[in-house]
């Protein structure tokens, strides 16, 4: 596989469905890493978590040798101003299980990168401990191996689901090889009725989310890759 500019880390295909439906793209699989290939970037759809994330990194680092490592997805809201839907840039992103924040090309929202958020108290403390505008697993996973190997970062994410919208616990449904076991969530949902009307809006929220998130990254992925040909 030839050199690209830009390398994007995301968590699970469903983050880039339109995206990925649009380009009609295949995929193929490099040591447990879905990979698909732009004409500037490639995608590497790692799984969930900060282990994942980093594997995802390593792969499609080693593959295309980027300037650029770009971590994509969706992220919880943490500021009360942000609404589902909303796409933002990340300045800088912190490790909440380490405190050491990592810097990015350029963005407006602050990321708090953490392995189990979601419960909205949760989200109150890494505003008033951070300043955080969103949440993630997998942001500082990215970021750190960027830094270790000497390259440019950057983040986009998108909002799934806001700063007083209460999750089901979805981290007992992710395996050890960071895959969303949709099957036996839903089997869960079924048996609980409180979260029916959750999950109607999480697959609402979701859709919206990632139709920009597309957007978003496909603009990130053009500037940035006219700012590597001048370089």
């Given at each position: 596989m030839p050199r690209k500019p830009i390398a994007v880390v995301v968590a699970m295909r469903v983050e880039l469905a339109p995206l990925l439906a649009r380009m009609k793209m295949q995929s193929q699989q490099v040591d447990g890493v879905e990979l698909f290939e732009l004409p500037e970037a490639l995608i590497a759809v790692g799984g969930v978590g900060e282990k994942r994330a980093r594997h995802a990194a390593e792969v499609?680092?080693?593959?295309?040798q980027p300037k650029l490592l770009v971590s994509a997805g969706m992220a919880g809201a943490i500021s009360p101003?942000?609404?589902?839907?909303?796409v933002g840039r990340i300045r800088e992103v912190v490790d909440v299980a380490t405190g050491v924040r990592y810097p990015t090309r350029g963005g407006e929202w602050l990321l708090a990168s953490s392995q189990a958020v979601n419960d909205v108290a949760e989200k109150r403390i890494l505003l008033m401990k951070y300043g955080a505008d969103v949440?993630?697993?997998?942001?500082?996973?990215?970021?750190q191996f960027a830094k270790e190997r000497g390259l440019?970062?950057?983040?986009?994410?998108?909002?799934?689901?806001?700063?007083a919208f209460s999750m089901p616990p979805m981290n007992r449904f992710i395996d050890g090889n960071g895959r969303f076991d949709t099957r036996q969530f839903l089997v869960y949902i079924a048996f609980h009725p409180k979260w029916w009307a959750t999950l109607g809006r999480m697959r609402k929220n979701s859709k919206i989310a990632s139709?920009?998130?597309?957007?978003?990254l496909q603009h990130l992925i053009e500037s940035s890759s006219q700012w590597s040909t001048g370089n």
């Open positions: 499609v680092i080693e593959r295309v101003q942000l609404k589902a839907g909303d949440v993630d697993m997998e942001g500082a996973a990215v970021a440019e970062f950057a983040a986009v994410k998108a909002i799934s689901d806001e700063a139709a920009n998130l597309c957007r978003a």
